[in-house]
């Protein structure tokens, strides 16, 4: 029998609980933007049909998880639980378990008997954030539960019966994982009775300022800064800028800068944002590199492999038009072995007719 691990801390949480950085209610700044507004009509009107499947799209930290919670709290279910499974934070292998609970002796370490989330939810809803990391065979599963609203214990025979209201979450493209085998096509249809699109940052950007002063406002206070205002400047610094990490990059931008910096009015300078993000922030691969080098590291991350690809493509490019595209010379001045150069080439489509990288995901 397999030896089951812990569940890795805060892969699951009650409605109260949010992990550090992670958009909650209390961040809510009621938007203005047309997209947004058509997302709040979705989630009021999918409020008043009890069971009605929702799955809700968009890029991480645009708020998925406040809108399902939003979506509950207007239910007819409020009084009753919300449970949040992060099905990318728990090893497929405890999902199962987690998620339908399991019988004594199921497995190894199963001393007793353990109701799963689902029976904790029962009555209330149950929120599968990340969905499309689930495997098949507990996609199955759950396909039973969104039909007949029953399923067995892990180890068990008795069907269980719950009364819950699923809703799902997911920054991937489930048609896509569709077409190519890794999501069934029966379960993508039950989840996407009603499909809710949460718009990322940069298509709203009328929530961009209401958004800071609330953060501003908000950190101030919990760290005891002086910080009362945001200057012309800043606004336009924090307006122009991309925001590839949302609500939740613009919420640890905040955050950061209130517990470090000082002052009355925020200025430009306290905002130490990611080059790549920048407006112009489509510089060349030397810029790019030159900005991570000598600057701090964004708190997003670095995006490692598309920058080091770029760079190759770059680096065999320039040294290809060097030698007018003789190979030969180009692994000389490149100091690669040519078999090593022709993989490069072939893996990145260069060509000598003009057409340079023909593959995308590289930005």
Aim: net charge positive.
């Amino acid at each position: 029998m397999p030896i089951r691990q812990p569940i890795p801390e805060a892969a699951t949480r009650p409605q109260d609980a949010a992990p550090p950085g992670a958009f909650r209610p209390q961040d809510h700044v009621r938007s203005v933007a047309p997209s947004m507004r058509a997302a709040y009509a979705i989630a009021e009107q999918v409020a008043r049909g009890d069971n009605t499947s929702v799955l809700i799209a968009g890029e991480s930290g645009t708020g998925k998880e406040y809108f399902a919670n939003l979506i509950h709290g207007m239910s007819a279910r409020r009084d009753q639980p919300f449970v949040e499974i992060h099905c990318a934070a728990i090893p497929s292998e405890l999902l199962e378990s987690e998620l339908f609970g399991h019988e004594k002796g199921a497995f190894t370490d199963a001393r007793a008997q353990k109701p799963g989330l689902l029976e904790l939810a029962d009555g209330g809803t149950v929120f599968l954030d990340e969905i499309g990391e689930t495997n098949p065979m507990l996609q199955v599963k759950l396909l039973r539960v969104l039909e007949r609203r029953t399923f067995k214990r892990v180890g068990g025979t008795k069907d269980i019966s719950v009364n819950v209201r699923v809703m799902s979450a997911t920054n991937q493209d489930l048609e896509c994982l569709m077409h190519s085998g890794r999501f069934r096509e029966d379960l993508y249809y039950r989840l996407k009775v009603v499909p809710l699109y949460v718009p990322p940052l940069r298509e709203r950007r009328e929530d961009i300022l209401p958004l800071s002063l609330l953060f501003m406002e908000r950190f101030s206070r919990q760290f005891k800064k002086p910080f009362r205002s945001v200057s012309p400047g800043a606004e336009r610094v924090l307006s122009e800028y991309r925001w590839p990490g949302n609500i939740r990059e613009l919420r640890n931008l905040f955050e950061r800068t209130m517990l470090l910096e000082t002052g009355e009015a925020l200025e430009p300078h306290h905002l130490k944002l990611s080059p790549r993000a920048r407006p112009g922030g489509e510089s060349t691969i030397g810029q790019r590199v030159d900005a991570y080098l000598n600057a701090s590291l964004p708190p997003e991350g670095v995006p490692f492999e598309p920058l080091i690809e770029e760079l190759e493509c770059a680096l065999i490019l320039r040294a290809s038009y060097a030698t007018k595209w003789n190979q030969s010379r180009t692994a000389e001045l490149l100091n690669l072995k040519r078999d090593k150069l022709r993989y490069r080439m072939k893996l990145y489509h260069l060509r000598p007719d003009g057409g340079e990288v023909a593959r995308t995901g590289t930005e």
